[in-house]
């Protein structure tokens, strides 16, 4: 154990650590053939990843990763195990990856896309989705999602917006509630 994972896992020293009786990586923690297995995928694959909550010291749990790289040693098969942390700013580089993914498809999806919030209000729409209703897309946000509903259907829409943030469910746009059909 190399001094950043007994800090990482908070121990005061690799002592402490290898004392604990009570220690596992994971929670709640593999049981033997979990173990097993993974180590078999990590000697077939030469490495493994996989995402868990990793045990702290205090008994607290953090999200990270454990990474198993196989390798033999004198005809013996042994496993490198690499703890990671999420920080702060790892968790946010992330999350800014994953935003721009969304981005990405949302733009140049080939439909026409309108994002609200709960009230009602137009928070995202893609170009298409302008151009069907005849807007600029800037024109759409912060406007109630009801400047798009025909004035008939308009007037029940925000009851019906209400109902289906209480309890929602799929179903075709226009459709009644409980009967089978697309995304709302």
Not at 4 to 11: C, E, F
Not at 136 to 142: D, H, I, N
């Amino acid at each position: 154990m190399n001094p950043a994972g007994v800090q990482l896992l908070g121990y005061p020293s690799e002592q402490a650590l290898l004392a604990d009786p009570d220690h596992s990586l994971r929670m709640p923690p593999w049981t033997g053939s979990q173990w097993e297995a993974l180590c078999e995928q990590a000697q077939r694959e030469g490495r493994q990843t996989v995402r868990a909550q990793i045990r702290h010291h205090t008994g607290e749990p953090f999200r990270g990763y454990i990474e198993l790289a196989y390798f033999k040693l004198e005809e013996r098969r042994h496993s490198l195990v690499n703890i990671t942390g999420k920080s702060p700013l790892q968790q946010a580089e992330r999350e800014l990856v994953y935003s721009r993914r969304f981005e990405a498809v949302f733009a140049s999806a080939t439909i026409g896309t309108v994002v609200c919030d709960r009230d009602g209000t137009m928070v995202l729409a893609n170009d298409l989705a302008g151009q069907l209703f005849g807007y600029a897309t800037s024109e759409l946000l912060g406007q109630r999602i009801e400047v798009l509903v025909p004035d008939a259907a308009g007037r029940k829409h925000a009851q019906l917006r209400v109902s289906c943030n209480a309890q929602p469910q799929v179903h075709s746009m226009g459709a009644p509630k409980g009967r089978p059909g697309g995304a709302a």
